[in-house]
């Protein structure tokens, strides 16, 4: 088969590389969609994130569905021909987070496209039975591999608490920001107020269930919103600033963006209203809630994609959604 | 009756004021004791705490026991001759955060020593009936005050989650560094880490309930300590910094200690390891607790006395609760 | 002004009453629309509901909506000319259950059209200022009234943890039931199963939110249901039994419909499976969530009103509201 | 090796077995004490429990402790020598359940003693590394047995959400509702009240944490107990319902005891208290909870054990286990 990999030197290429068989508990999935996520563009511009480093080819690419074309000896055959959304992490089966609810804080976790783990661009990939979620027909095979983006915007908008009448303000509206207004309309929250300092981007927002945008460049309210919740998906120090003081009292910040080192909070202020301040790393247990929040809750996950691109234009797609106007790129790894 | 008032010149006195009347839902109390605490110590030194100042006649002390010698239209006599514990708080009573069950949070919230609200160093004070607290005799008139400490480390210690196995680190070894010790302990925490940097307040903190304690200005552990919970009552910076990062994933830091405007949190810690960072204000709900730990739960709060003052000896009583070795000062307004 | 009162031998007359005059926490509501509920047709059928006997003139009628004319001295003028839904219960403001949250369980607890407290069925009624929810323009006077059933739906799916992708077995299609459906949908569920006998009613629940409907007569499913969530509101013994075996494990079991005195539970399957088994009694910290729901998460409740009547219809009013072909009657008090 | 079998016929018989060899994740433990449960009786004078029927020969005995002696290939040799006590449960790795942190509700859940899952009244078995928990020396082999009954009620505990202050009725002074109680005063429970009627129980319930004992054959008090959680550790129906009417609103029942098919509750006491009721089933993620309570939270297990066994005396064992004066017999495989 082939797979586009990423070599240390920041180049990308094809291999040819054997079908991989899946071990007992696993399915062998043919690949249809992978969307392109910041972190596939951060280590292809920089070669690693934190401790993780590009030292050996590397295939990208964990937002991904497929078909399942073969089954390991434990996981019934009739499974074979299903559709499917990949949620794309091996966590130790009885590790002690495992066992607790929480295995995607497992200290040995394998995450796709995180070195040494390969991703899904390339042509087949195994996963574990219980992590190749069956998607009905009414979900595409786009929309199935951006159930993953959709996930990340699940863990953070239950950590949140949002539900019906909520008001919550969240921090950048590139395609996790834009997927958190979706997912917290869905949930029922009224005010949706996105702030995102580029201009074409705060207009999208309203196309994916902001009710209201913030341009944080300008000018502080002159009262505070006292909102219910923040949900950061920028990474930007004043971002995360503003939002906590946005907070009225008991609220919570769910901070999902990366980039600022440190962060520096108000203590008095976390104090004075009983803030929580807490972060999501990736998700548990969000799968069935996507499914649901796509095929019947109103969340239409196809209108985030920008463009498709083949197993030959991986470069073009990483490109691509490195810049603003680009919601999201999706690679088709069987497509010729 | 006698009051001992704290004027803007922060000098104190002793006026002679009509004995308050209680109002159709309050009690009389005529006052036993008053435990010293830091913030009072903070009006008499600097005239200010943050937006509230001192400029007007304001009598200190909200640690306050006594004993009910009247009761307004509504309250039943038969409380008169009742020793209680007083809860120094006036929310408004059907507040939206009351009604939801965290009357601490009421913006109009009206708080014993706080401008322009009068405190307890004086012969009689006046309190809603359900504020006043009936204490068994088993619990000292000393003991009945310190239940307002107690309630602050039970607050903290609820938000902590701390239960029967619990691993937790403490910073700060103050009477409320003590208190939460003492509280993590009746809780069932059977690690109990205290950092503190005075050599005589880290051996304090053996006597109540610390099983180890650290010297934070000597070398960082090698290894992460990975504690369920983290406390601050410290109110410092590289505390709280220090403390964030030792904790497990998923656990959770409660920052009490007043101090530091800005505190820098490492943000990649905070979400990689989903930690939840939280801080109390006061306290709701939780007299009948500190009774039940105070008079069966094994936490002899008179062990926190340091000594007793009269009303004529308030800066006294002010002054060595500045000292570093003094855990708890106590006022008796009635005393001759 | 004039009242529709209740006397002890079950018939109903106008009285002439003096207006009401608010206390100082209190506002004068001239009353638009009153909702008739299942209680007050059995005060008037039964003259008691359990150890709520009418032995003296009772005014019914408890879901109820109006404008201010009038407030207390301690309630800003600038309420006056407010539209309204009323939250009708007051509780001691300072009781242990309301300072923890929960206000509807004080034992002290006087609610509206429960002998001896008159309700809404006259001209003019106080509220306490905090218990006279504002509504917008977009709710109607009636939708204004039944915003109360909405809140007992709203504390019973709040109960269940309803959410994006929930699957709800509900028993009963009367206003409750209905109002359960429409708020289930509302908080995201995906399966909503309503089981009831009577025909027309199964009917109506198609409209109201349900995804498919039951006849417990008939025979019972092969499969169990395996739902997440169980609410009872018809007090039927049967309904309830099916209706917790239906759950899956750790699923949760809300029973709010009155009726049975004994209920016979299957102990094995609480414990095999760890179901939660639950009722609400009214609610607690609802209205804001319900005016969301009716106003913006599109819940109308105006479909739910069958007819209007007059005072001098309430007779008429409660005979129509006990026929299963009604849904909802409304009455309003100051129409001519 | 050897192991002591009951057969279809309810006769127990050596046979001699080859020692099991660990799975590739799995530890092999030699045994060394085994407590005798009510089920392991149910089993030997009924031959079934419901739908689990002795049909092929079994080995009984799931409250075990022993030392590794060999690890499958993924297991770290460095585990051989380790002292630990077993739980004894095998869920499906990747299961719904499992990966909620309910592993514990996992349909395909294979329990020791548990047709057709042997369990440890033998020399030798073999458990998943993850499930055989290390033991400190201040924990015996007893009481590393017992750390399986004290997980029950450690479960138990947890639902009932006991903490300090809190008051509690339990039903029933067998084995399990000595562990309740001693865990609910390791929890800080104040009123810890066991309802029993053997009166020899009553008396050793006293020794094991109970504050106060009630014959329930006696007159039912005259004002309800009002207390915050109810366990039933009897699966008596009048004691479950005199429980549920002992409970404060808001109160939780916690269902442990099996026996009762149908339990009769009183429909409007659950809805106008707002009472929560639920069962365990085992337990989850609950040893090292156990391990702290029994090494430094004050819990001495081996005062329950009331004699030991040989593996040629199981009979006598289970016979013993069987009167009301045993607390805990004890088997130890691998004596002479």
């Known amino acids: 088969m082939r797979a586009s990999v990423l070599l240390p030197d920041r180049t990308l290429a094809i291999e040819e590389r ?4 899946p071990e007992d508990d696993e399915v062998l999935v043919r690949v249809s969609s992978v969307g392109v996520c910041g972190s596939d563009v951060h280590y292809y511009k920089e ?11 590397l295939v990208l690419g964990h937002e991904a569905s497929g078909t399942i074309c ?3 000896s434990r996981v019934p055959s009739s499974r074979i021909g299903e559709r499917v959304s990949i949620e794309p992490q091996r966590p130790s089966p009885l590790s002690q987070s495992t ?8 200290p040995n976790m394998r995450f796709f496209a995180t070195p040494p783990v390969d991703g899904a661009f390339q042509e087949y990939v195994t996963i574990q039975d219980a992590f190749a979620h069956r998607v009905p ?10 159930l993953e983006p959709l996930s990340v915007a699940v863990a953070a908008v239950r950590k949140a608490a949002l539900g019906p009448g909520s008001r919550v303000l969240i921090a950048g509206a590139g395609p996790i920001g834009l997927a958190m207004a979706l997912t917290a309309r869905a949930y029922g929250a009224v005010e949706i107020i996105v702030a995102e300092v580029d201009e074409r981007r705060r207009h999208a927002a309203h196309d994916f269930g902001a009710t209201a945008t913030i341009d944080p460049t300008a000018e502080e309210p002159a009262t505070p919103l006292q909102v219910d919740a923040f949900i950061d998906a920028s990474g930007a120090t004043p971002a995360i600033r503003s939002g906590i003081l946005a907070l ?9 963006g990366m980039g600022a080192r440190e962060i520096a909070l108000p203590l008095a202020v976390i104090q004075n209203r009983e803030l929580v301040i807490t972060g999501t790393f990736r998700y548990a247990n969000t799968w069935q809630t996507a499914i649901s929040l796509a095929s019947a809750g109103g969340i239409e996950l196809d209108r985030l994609v920008s463009a498709h691109y083949s197993l030959d234009q991986v470069q073009e ?16 790894p069987n497509s010729v």
């Open 248 to 256: 009225r009292p008991a609220g919570v910040a769910v901070l999902v």
């Open 137 to 146: 027909d009414t979900i595409s095979d786009d929309a199935a591999a951006l």
């Open 99 to 106: 066992l607790a609810g929480r295995y995607n804080l497992d």
């Open 18 to 21: 054997p079908v991989p068989i």
């Open 47 to 57: 070669g690693r994130i934190g401790d993780f480093v590009v030292d050996a080819p």
């Open 317 to 332: 797609a990483l490109e691509a959604a490195a810049r603003p106007g680009t919601i999201k790129s999706v690679v088709q």
């Open 70 to 72: 073969a089954v390991g």
